[in-house]
Structure formats: C-alpha cells, structure tokens
T-cell receptor
Framework: DARVTQTPRDKVTEMGQEVTMRCQPI?????VFWYRQTMMQGLELLAY????????DSGMPKDRFSAEMPDATLATLKIQPSEPRDSAVYFC?????????????FGEGSRLTVL | GENVEQHPSTLSVQEGDSAVIKCTYS??????FPWYKQELGKRPQLIID?????GEKKDQRIAVTLNKTAKHFSLHITETQPEDSAVYFC?????????????FGKGTKLSVKP
C-alpha cells in the first residue's frame, strides 16, 4: 500500500529558528503539492511541482518560505525564520496528473508549533 | 481569484439520518470535483469524485450531484453512522485541471450522534 511519507510528524520550535519539512511522494507520481491547514483558513495551497519543476508557489510567503524538489523521491519545505503565525499542520500530497486532475494522496502531515 | 464556498461549516445529525453538504465554485473551467474526508488527527482521504460530464455518482451510502450550469455540487450521505463523523472537504480543479491543482472549501465538521 503506497503512501506519502512526511517527516517530522511533530515539531515544536522557537520563533526565529529554521524549520525543514520533508516529503517522500508515491513512486511514479508526477505532481507534488504542499498544503497548509489551519482552523481559520482550511487547506491552503503553498506550492507544487510537476516532474520536479516548480509550477506555482504564489501561495507561499516568499520572504521566509522556500520549497524544493532535489530529486523525484524528496520534496522539502523550509521556513526561515519561523514565526508563531506559521503554526499549522503542513501536508504534502502527490498525484499522477495526465489529461486532467485526479486523486491526491496526502501524507500524515507535519504539525508545526512555533513558540 | 478562483474560490470554493462550502456550507454548512458544522452539521450534526442523528444516526440513521441523511446529511447533505453543499459547495459552489467560481471557475467555469473546473471539470473535476472531489470530496475528501478527514478524521481527527488524520490525513484527508478521497471518498468520492465526479467529473463534469456526469451529473450524479453514487457509491453505497454516499452520492455526489453536480450542476455545472449553476456551478454547485453536493455530497449526500444516507443512513449516517458514528464513523461518518469527520471533517469533509469539497474541492474543484483550477483552470480546467491541466495542472492538477485543487482549490478546497473550508470544510464541514459532521457529527453523527448515536
């Protein structure tokens, strides 16, 4: 049963620290998404990649967030410096997009708390 | 920009009753409309989806209807059970789906009381 794997599952850090979240998408999926979930905003798209190339990162605060996909088995989301308002659950999802949108497979999420 | 509105934000029903959640979308190019279920502390998982060439789709106790002219779609759960309690998200693909990007509604917290 193929799954999207995310690390860490939980992270507590202090304001100003760097945070890196990692995601291993399902093998064979060509599209990887980063979503942020909060009570107020629901699921917000931060960035996504097709065949490792960034397609859209307009949902991401550029001054402190960066997303990369160094190889097909790893996507990263980095926050530097972190702020309390970044506290949320960050989900990675992957999917196989060919002729149109289809099912996204979500990881278990990384719960970030910035004190 | 493109938007998906979802109502209600919370819904409480008695076990055995039906539950209906409604969504409207703004992007007329949207063609794909999935519904995700997220149990407490878990990841969202697809439960049913519909494409614009179909008006209704059913899978056991759940069904989705789509009115593309009015730009709205709905999730129907019949004979609800306590294990249906979760947050449900509707979504629509952006820009015709060529990118695979989904815009999500803000979710409906469904509580099924035994």
């Amino acid at each position: 049963d193929a799954r999207v794997t995310q690390t860490p599952r939980d992270k507590v850090t202090e304001m100003g620290q760097e945070v890196t979240m990692r995601c291993q998408p399902i093998l064979g999926h060509n599209t990887v998404f980063w979503y942020r979930q909060t009570m107020m905003q629901g699921l917000e798209l931060l960035a996504y990649f097709r065949n490792r190339a960034p397609l859209d990162d307009s949902g991401m605060p550029k001054d402190r967030f960066s997303a990369e996909m160094p190889d097909a088995t790893l996507a990263t989301l980095k926050i530097q410096p972190s702020e309390p308002r970044d506290s949320a659950v960050y989900f990675c999802a992957s999917g196989l997009v060919r002729s149109g949108a289809g099912e996204l497979f979500f990881g278990e999420g990384s719960r970030l708390t910035v004190l | 920009g493109e938007n998906v509105e979802q109502h209600p934000s919370t819904l409480s029903v008695q076990e055995g009753d039906s539950a209906v959640i409604k969504c409207t979308y703004s992007d007329s190019a949207s063609n794909y409309f999935p519904w995700y279920k997220q149990e407490l502390g878990k990841r969202p998982q697809l439960i049913i989806d519909i494409r614009s060439n179909v008006g209704e789709k059913k899978d056991q106790r759940i069904a989705v209807t789509l009115n593309k002219t009015a730009k709205h779609f709905s999730l129907h759960i019949t004979e609800t059970q306590p294990e249906d309690s979760a947050v449900y998200f509707c979504a629509a693909d952006k820009g015709g789906g060529s990118q695979g990007n989904l815009i999500f509604g803000k979710g409906t917290k469904l509580s099924v009381k035994p």
